[in-house]
């Protein structure tokens, strides 16, 4: 197996009818996934996505694909391939789009509307050709084929990519759900086909390479939910990702069987539904649907909330729930639902709500106590499955950390893929399909792009450490006043501090030495006040750490009168 190395460096030229695939993002984290694949100086996009931040990332809304290696080739660019309508695989198109507005969307008919009425908010009005499965379309020197998958998403499509290089079969995210409520079987078929003819490189989803066995069916939820349904007394709250059209669709029929209504909570969760139900994806019966004003109308009984929230997000309506400031109230004999798996990164904002609304009085049912959710994604046996049917010359495991997409190089290696054409890729590094061998050629510049409210790109890794120790040290500001002549202190040391010490008193000991180091340093013939502050910095810096083993942020200003 390739293993990607931090010494590798830029890719050579490509050259002429070879296959170069770049992974942008998706590979050593769950989410932002985007790749780019090149022949003859054109490039094709596969998936644009966005990552949730984690909680060392303070203040920060999204994290998105790094666009710097194909920011000055956007004319180059024949399409963006959108496999499925998920946030982790479309949220960052409207940051593409401000590149080159006109660049083409491609993708299945729920995914492209997911993604119009978000770009709708970002006032972009997109390219868009929808496809189905079977469909071939030919986009410059690539041809795609469109296979349907199975997904906790409806609409959910792999792409198989023809080039002159060789054919290149990308799942997007699936499972092999037997029993889909929609009826939508992942076209096995069509994926030994692909591998009669040829598949060069397989790049594959790794979510669950790691779980045993089988993902279980979506239909086996529904009864657990009828169960919960039927032991609550009162008011039941569901949360789930915006776009899980399958989840919202038991939930209505469950709230039915029970004589309850349903009303949707949270922006995105009313904007993907009604999507979804003007498109026929969401089936919903005669007046269970109501809007969330009417609910303090009816008897708790009779009341179920779908809302967003299940991993945490602060700004989501569940967490808002949790900490007291949502409209919807949560108290005791409530019945909260958290219908989906967690995310790696975000377990800890996921126990903090469960918490919250258990101090509240509410009985928590979540995926540690109950099957309310089953994963979107195949589990290492489907992948063996794939990886025989398929039989492809190269792997390439994507979406996934580390730990993911090793053992999904694993499976590939068992079923027969030599190790020496699998190559385990992060971020950033370059796959080269020459020959029909797939080798690791180098690696481009690829960070994380941060969005902090409108400004994109601008926070940076050291912005964030210093938001860390804002929020974990606190801060220290201290004003000097000296006199510009004799370098004397005339006024301060004033010292004022946040998240450190509630009484201020504590800094009396430290003042006579920040005047006794001024006095020093102009002695010794120091009098710019940016080198005096510097002073000042070390020792309040080494006062703090001797006496309290805290690092807080310092802020020295030295002002000469």
Known sequence: MSHPHPELGPPPVLPAGALRVVPLGGLGEVGRNMSVLEIDGKLLIIDCGVLFPEDHQPGVDLILPDFTYIADRMADVVAVVLTHGHEDHIGAVPYLLRLRPDLPLIGSQLTLAFVEAKLREHRIQPLTLAVKEGQVERLGPFECEFVAVNHSIPDALAVAVRTAAGTV?????????????????????????????????????????????????????????????????????????????????????????????????????????????????????????????????????????????????????????????????????????????????????????????????????????????????????????????????????????????????????????????????????????????????????????????????????????????????????????????????????????????EDEAVFDKVKPRITDAIAAAVTEGMTDSYQLQQVVRRVVGRWVNESYRRRPMIIPLVVEA
């Open 169 to 501: 079969l990308h799942t997007g995210d699936f499972k092999m759900d037997q029993l889909p409520l929609d009826g939508r079987i992942t076209d096995l078929r069509a994926f030994a086909r692909l591998g009669e003819a040829g598949v060069d490189l397989f790049m594959v989803d790794s979510t669950n390479a790691e779980v045993p066995g089988f993902t279980v069916s979506e239909r086996e939820i529904t009864p657990v939910l009828d169960r919960v349904f039927s032991g609550a007394d009162r008011r039941i709250i569901v949360a789930s990702f915006a776009s899980h059209v399958h989840r919202v669709q038991q939930v209505l029929d469950t709230a039915v069987a029970h004589g309850r209504k349903v009303a949707l909570v949270g922006r995105s969760m009313v904007r993907n539904m009604g999507v979804a139900k003007d498109l026929g994806y969401l089936t919903v019966p005669d007046g269970v649907l109501v809007d969330i004003k009417a609910m303090d109308d009816l008897p708790d009984d009779q009341v179920v909330l779908m809302c967003t929230g299940s991993q945490g997000e602060p700004m989501a309506a569940l967490s808002r729930m949790a900490n007291g400031d949502h409209r919807v109230r949560v108290g005791r004999g409530d019945t909260v639902i958290l219908a989906s798996s967690l995310i790696p990164g975000n377990e800890n904002a996921v126990y903090r709500v469960i918490n919250g609304l258990t101090r509240l009085g509410a009985k928590v049912v979540h995926s540690g106590n109950a099957r309310v959710h089953v994963s979107g994604h195949a589990s290492a046996g489907e992948l063996l499955y794939c990886y025989n049917i398929v039989r492809p010359r190269n792997v390439m495991p994507v979406h996934g950390e580390v730990r993911h997409l090793v053992a999904n190089a694993e499976l590939a290696v068992k079923t027969g893929v030599p190790e020496d054409r699998v190559v385990l890729c992060e971020d950033g590094v370059v796959v080269d399909l020459v020959d029909g061998v797939a080798r690791i050629t180098g690696k481009v510049e690829c960070g994380y792009v941060y969005v902090d409210g409108s400004s994109v790109g601008e926070i940076t890794e050291v912005d964030l450490k210093d938001r860390r120790i804002l929020g974990e040290e606190g801060f220290i500001s201290i004003v000097v006043v000296v006199d510009s002549g004799s370098g004397k202190v005339v006024a301060g040391p004033d010292i004022h501090a946040r998240g450190f010490a």
